[in-house]
């Protein structure tokens, strides 16, 4: 069983950051970011294996970067835009080989609770 808790969301404006957290009880293979944006589906954002190899969406790309230190996964947002508003989860997974952005929820097994993100002028 893993353990995963997120937090850092927020309000901004657009062109504005934040950083998310996800303190996991222990790193897996593959973790990473996924969002609910309203009415549509739960995407992943941004993943990273534990080799260190990273994976973003395109929407994201240029403006978020994952990274991950001991236990805790980050998520930083940097030129924050209307259309990233969503609730934002951590996710985890160790079966499988594959670590990429485009994989569906299907996929994990372990998430956070979540953390909403909203960006308004």
């Known amino acids: 069983q893993v353990q995963l808790v997120d937090s850092g969301g927020g309000s901004v404006q657009p062109g504005g950051s934040l950083r998310l957290s996800c303190v996991a009880s222990?790193?897996?293979?593959?973790m990473g970011w996924f969002r609910e944006r309203p009415r549509k589906e739960r995407e992943s954002v941004a993943l990273?294996?534990?080799?260190?190899d990273i994976s973003y969406d395109d929407s994201v790309k240029g403006r978020f970067t994952i990274s991950k230190d001991k236990n805790t996964l980050y998520l930083q947002m940097n030129d924050l835009q209307a259309e990233d508003t969503a609730r934002y989860l951590c996710a985890a997974e160790d079966q499988g080989g594959y670590c990429y952005a485009g994989l569906p929820r299907q996929y994990f097994t372990y998430w956070g609770q979540g953390t909403q993100v909203s960006v308004s002028a």
């Open positions: 990273i294996n534990s080799d260190g």
């Open positions: 222990s790193i897996r293979r593959c």
